[in-house]
């Protein structure tokens, strides 16, 4: 069985959320992305994360449409324990935008 390069198992994370998966969310890349957020674009979206930054807006450069949306929407919630809304997806305009999201929710104090 292998295992996913910065590890991030498919399964939900356990709450409340450890300090180890706080580390990977907040992790950047050399994009300034955060590691997991660039996973789950890779692995569930199949996006050449290389072509892209935090400027890049999500519809017009990345090519995400409602299907990527909705997909990412869930793989960001099964992967991180992160569940974004309809809302928070519609204010995301950059790929900078919803890595602001993901890591300020994984910044929040547990409920």
Do not use: Y
């Not at 950047?28 to 957020?37: D, H, P, Y």
């Not at 450069?61 to 990412?72: K, Q």
């Amino acid at each position: 069985m292998s295992v996913p390069p910065i590890g991030i198992p498919h399964a939900a994370t356990p709450e409340p959320m450890s300090i180890a998966w706080k580390a990977r969310i907040l992790a950047s890349n050399n994009a300034g992305i955060s590691e997991a957020l660039e996973q789950i674009l890779r692995e569930e979206l199949q996006i050449d994360t290389s072509r892209f930054s935090r400027e890049s807006h999500l519809i017009d450069e990345v090519g995400l449409d409602s299907v990527g949306f909705a997909v990412g929407m869930v793989a960001i919630e099964e992967r991180l324990g992160i569940a974004l809304s309809e809302e928070d997806l519609l204010s995301c305009d950059t790929v900078g935008d919803l890595d602001d999201i993901v890591t300020n929710r994984a910044t929040e104090p547990a409920r």
